[in-house]
């Protein structure tokens, strides 16, 4: 039986409003029927914060942090929490809801999405498994997450390796296409990164951070062996091809498609009306 052919694009590392605004085009493109289903991996220059489309900036984001560290800066248009962009391979997924082998429900549909993730980290060796909250605390932890930090929440589905996440993802769903996208951590700096958190006490930061040591790692943590970056793309890109059940067939963007991109980049994701008021 011949596999669906999806379109894959690797678009190396992109400033964070260039990330944003390639996702929403490969959304509009895909509900327009000018594309099929997409697979997207990229990085990120500078190493970037990217917040939840819900979240209060002022209220919760350290931006002196973000400044003084040379970070860049941009609201994703899907929800969660906070997210540092830098030792990772950060994947997009744009598909229809009307797709035959997506469920309709978010977290299934998730749990479908995920499926290549999951094969990815297997073919890198480890170890990784859904984990469902099963308790009603870890349930209710799911709709009022204490943390600003992405990886610091419990969530459906989540991926880990020896109990700990080791993926973060946020979904969307606009104009009939679904876009997962979501970070995969090769390695993390954790003092960084809750250096760019706001929080009620220093004390209260250095609980949580202790806290998170025990519920989020990065694949060079458990790994036996040092994976890099294109270790890592070739075991996630096999790891969709199985997990999907498809074939991916790379593709590069045109002038056209580019100049397209950038102008939702400039237009919305540089934008500090975008990026700040919520």
Known sequence: MTKEIWRFIDSGNCSPSFNMALDEALLDWHSEGIIPPTIRFYGWDPATLSVGYFQKVEKEINM????????????????????????????????????PEMPKTVTEAYRVISEGILKGFHELGLEAYFAVPRTEDERSSLKNPRSAVCFDAPSWYELVVEGRKVAGSAQTRQKGVILQHGSILLDLDEDLLFSLFKYPS??????????????????????????????????????????LNIELEPYTLSEDELAYVNQIAKDRYESDEWNYKR
């Open 64 to 99: 002196d942090a973000v400044r003084v560290n040379k970070l860049g800066f941009v609201r994703r248009p899907t929800g969660g929490r906070g997210v540092l962009h830098d030792q990772e391979l950060t994947y997009s997924v744009i598909v229809s809801e009307e797709h």
């Open 202 to 243: 220093e004390r209260v930061k250095e609980r949580m951070q202790k806290a998170f040591k025990s519920k989020a790692v990065a694949i060079n943590e458990i790994s036996s062996r040092k994976v890099d970056l294109n270790m890592a793309k070739e075991a996630f890109k096999k790891g969709f091809e199985e997990g």
